[in-house]
């Protein structure tokens, strides 16, 4: 079996099921609130869960959520989306956070390899249908990585996009059966900015050069300053989330 199918039913045996899950999950968003600071949010999952309970999914823009995470559970394990389509900072910062950071980075993979895809689906299918080329990419990878976890956090704030706005700190993720953590829903990206630099953690040099919000390479285009800082992600087709959060996104 695989360390995935392993772990799926490690926990299916576990008395921890998706009704408490789902129980603790709104115990966690009242305890919480709206506005607790992000080591209160992983100091609340600290009270139930233990590191091999957890999953952070990163997308390697910064290692915020890595770090954070990381202080209160050493070596828990970092999702990175390895679409095949990523700038090469982005690999990059994955190599650094997997270097300087106590934590466990798994590149996730789709099924298909880019050139499988090509020759199955039509070439550059991020052009002709980024729906479905993020589905094959990152959601369903993502869906299968999250077997067997109790727990995932994600790097989702509020001030990002107007399907964010409403993103709890806490909230059972429908989805995938588990509970989804938002710690940083409340943060800007000044604040970002200040806490990388302050711990001198692992930053996308593409951060520093008009990207704000960064994608695959072929989806993603830099951002005009006054610009949404989503704006550059799918630029021209409508599209404005992969599809990973926009359930949750829209909960409250």
């Not at 709206?34 to 869960?49: C, D, K, Q, R």
């Not at 679409?83 to 934590?103: K, N, P, S």
Request: glycine residues 6%.
């Amino acid at each position: 079996m695989s360390a995935a199918t392993d772990r799926a039913c490690a926990v299916a045996e576990a008395p921890v099921g998706v009704d408490r899950l789902r129980a603790l999950a709104a115990e966690g968003a009242e305890t919480l609130g709206w506005e607790a600071s992000a080591e209160e949010v992983i100091a609340w999952v600290g009270e139930h869960f233990s590191v091999e309970d957890l999953a952070v999914a990163c997308s390697m823009a910064d290692a915020v959520v890595p770090s954070l995470v990381a202080d209160q559970f050493p070596g828990v394990d970092v999702l990175f989306l390895e679409t095949g389509y990523h700038f090469t900072e982005t690999l990059a910062t994955r190599d650094e956070v997997a270097r300087q950071l106590d934590v466990t980075v798994v590149d996730v993979t789709p099924k298909l390899s880019v050139a499988e895809q090509d020759a199955e689906h039509g070439k550059d299918l991020f052009a002709s249908d980024p729906a479905a080329c993020c589905r094959m990419r990152k959601v369903e990878p993502l869906n299968d990585a999250l077997a067997g976890y109790r727990v995932w956090f994600s790097g989702v704030r509020r001030e990002e996009a107007p399907t964010r706005l409403n993103t709890p700190l806490v909230t059972f993720d429908e989805a995938h059966g588990l509970i989804k953590v938002n710690p940083l829903a409340t943060w800007r990206h000044e604040d970002l900015v200040d806490h990388s630099a302050r711990r001198r953690l692992p930053v996308n040099l593409l951060r520093d050069n008009g990207y704000p919000s960064i994608g695959c390479k072929p989806c993603t285009r830099p951002v005009a300053p006054g610009e949404d800082p989503r704006s550059g992600r799918w630029s021209g087709s409508g599209k404005i989330e992969c599809g990973i959060h926009t359930a949750a996104a829209t909960e409250s």
